[in-house]
């Protein structure tokens, strides 16, 4: 890998930025590999990148059914936080939360990581009962949080309406300071050419049609260039996973909804920080200046990856009744995405029914903020064949065992579109 | 905005609607029999199917009667709607096979 530095900058600058050499190769497959990781999102992408630095397995492919970095870590609002209620979930945000910072010197790529603060926003008393009950878990985990006061998010968002007469009255909110937002393309692009260095093949355009097992083993993977045949398979898919545990024989609990978004033109600086409201909008303004806002999940299943006009109804008025300056504002562009919710709002991670077969899939509305962390304790579960201790509570036995881990709080009401 | 025909009411505008989620999920004639991992099966395994999708769908906003729905989760086209306890109907889909069967 051809180190980006300011001298490489300059270096071909003088070649009029033309010998930069393609970030990673697009190999073909070999027949077989030590791991096929099955999705090249931003869990996959990073699964891969740590199994070959921190467990030294290298052999390794990710095969992706179209485009590297197209999916959801692509179409999401880029918000990275850890503000979750129950203890396994905020240690396991919290250690993405811990490598954040340190992303784009790890990866020789600039993720663009901001840590500009986060507001949740509080509209009733039960609003303020539900966000007290969650900063004073998250202090009694030692994860950075507390509340703020009507006046001091009136100083933090001004362009939010917290006047006495407003549509949907402040009460108060919570804050996290070392939340903010990255750019999403690079953190796929980012953890790809550093996989790649390592000698990780990324094989696009290669659709899995099927998942080849011997004796309830996993054996390989049936895809639309052939057979590629693998000791250990992780499924890392983000919006199809129902779809292809069926090809390994079982169900998941979960349901795939559509979730949109859309950016507004640019504009100049008007909000530094993150602002979640309760009202299921969340906005950011990301560097050109457009308005990111998150919607929440579609309320039936689906595969369009297109949403609905009662959301993007609801979410402009509700974004024109919290904002009053954005009524004039057009919007650029909306996209939606196709998210995996688990019944229990909390991510599916570890052993399958199938041996050999992991699974890191059902991260629904918060995958993009947790991509360092998950794919750092998925290639430890993948490598030793055992859970990570932070993964552990997260395996698809809890089903059975009934020890949930209900986010649907920090999710959102429904759930929060990020 | 989808228009939903409701059997009892007849077509009305998507958001007097909530989704139940996949239809014809029979309780287990003896639940105290089941171990945990039938249980689980039963409770919150999905078929999550991409394509025709037969769910329960409730009029809300309208008569307050559950009733189900054939729904393709791709397109998000209705093929059939039709009453609690009926059996679920065939579609034949655009290619002409018949899709039918709820498998």
């Not at chain 1, 393609?22 to 990781?37: F, M, N, T």
């Not at chain 1, 990856?305 to 650029?332: D, F, H, K, N, W």
């Not at chain 1, 990570?388 to 395996?395: D, I, K, Q, S, V």
């Not at chain 2, 009892?8 to 999920?25: K, S, V």
Request: hydrophobic letters at 40%.
């Amino acid at each position: 890998m051809r180190r980006y530095s300011i001298w490489s900058l300059l270096r071909n600058a003088r070649s009029y930025h033309e010998g930069w050499a393609e970030a990673w190769r697009s190999p073909e497959p070999k027949p077989e590999y030590d791991v096929v990781i099955i999705g090249a999102g931003g869990h996959g992408l990073a699964t891969a990148y740590y199994l070959a630095k921190e467990h030294g397995i290298a052999n390794v492919a990710v095969v992706e059914k179209g485009w590297l970095g197209g999916g959801n870590v692509a179409r999401n609002t880029t918000i990275v936080r850890s503000n979750y209620l129950s203890p396994e979930s905020a240690f396991l945000y919290d250690k993405a939360m811990e490598l954040w910072p340190g992303l784009s010197r790890e990866l020789n790529y600039n993720v663009m990581f901001s840590p500009r603060g986060l507001i949740n926003v509080g509209h009733s008393h039960e609003d303020m009962t539900e966000l007290r009950r969650r900063v004073r878990a998250l202090q009694l985990n030692g994860i950075e949080s507390s509340m703020l006061t009507t006046a001091e998010i009136a100083k933090k968002a001004p362009i939010l309406d917290c006047s006495p007469t407003a549509p949907h009255p402040v009460f108060g909110g919570s804050w996290q300071a070392k939340a903010g937002i990255a750019r999403h393309d690079a953190v796929a692009w980012g953890y790809a050419r550093a996989a790649d260095a390592r000698g990780v093949d990324m094989i696009q355009n290669c659709e899995v049609t099927g998942i080849r097992r011997e004796g309830g083993r996993v054996a390989g993977v049936e895809t639309v260039r052939g057979t590629i045949r693998a000791r250990k398979v992780a499924i890392v898919t983000a919006g199809h996973s129902g779809v292809v545990a069926s090809m390994a024989g079982f169900r998941l609990p979960l349901t795939a909804y559509t979730m949109q978004a859309f950016v507004s033109e640019p504009m100049k600086p008007m909000l530094d920080t993150v602002v979640m409201s309760s009202k299921l909008v969340s906005v950011s303004q990301s560097d050109k200046g457009e308005l990111v806002i998150g919607m929440s999940t579609e309320p039936y299943a689906s595969y369009s990856q297109r949403g609905s006009l009662p959301e993007i109804e609801r979410v402009a008025q509700t974004m024109t009744e919290l904002y009053p300056c954005t009524r004039r504002v057009r919007m650029l562009r909306k996209w939606g995405g196709t998210v995996d919710v688990p019944v229990d709002a909390s991510p599916i991670m570890g052993k399958t029914p199938v041996e050999n077969l992991f699974i890191n899939v059902g991260w629904g509305t918060g995958g993009f903020k947790s991509i360092p962390g998950s794919g750092f304790v998925f290639a430890h579960t993948i490598a030793t064949g055992e859970p990570h201790p932070l993964a552990a509570p997260f395996g698809l036995d809890r089903f059975a065992s009934g020890r949930l881990i209900s986010e649907h709080g920090a999710t959102g009401a429904l759930v929060h579109g990020e | 905005m989808l228009l939903i025909n409701c059997p009892w009411c007849g077509p009305r505008d998507e958001i007097e609607f909530t989704c139940g989620g996949e239809a014809h999920i029979a309780r287990p004639a003896d639940p105290a029999a089941l171990s945990d991992q039938e249980w689980a099966e039963y409770l919150f395994m999905r078929k999550n199917l991409k394509g025709l999708h037969y769910e329960r769908w409730h009029h809300s906003y309208g008569c307050r009667q559950w009733f189900n729905a054939a729904r393709d989760t791709v397109t998000h086209e209705i093929h059939a709607t039709y009453k609690m306890g009926e059996t679920p109907p065939v579609v034949a889909g655009e290619d002409g096979v018949v899709k039918g069967g709820n498998s």
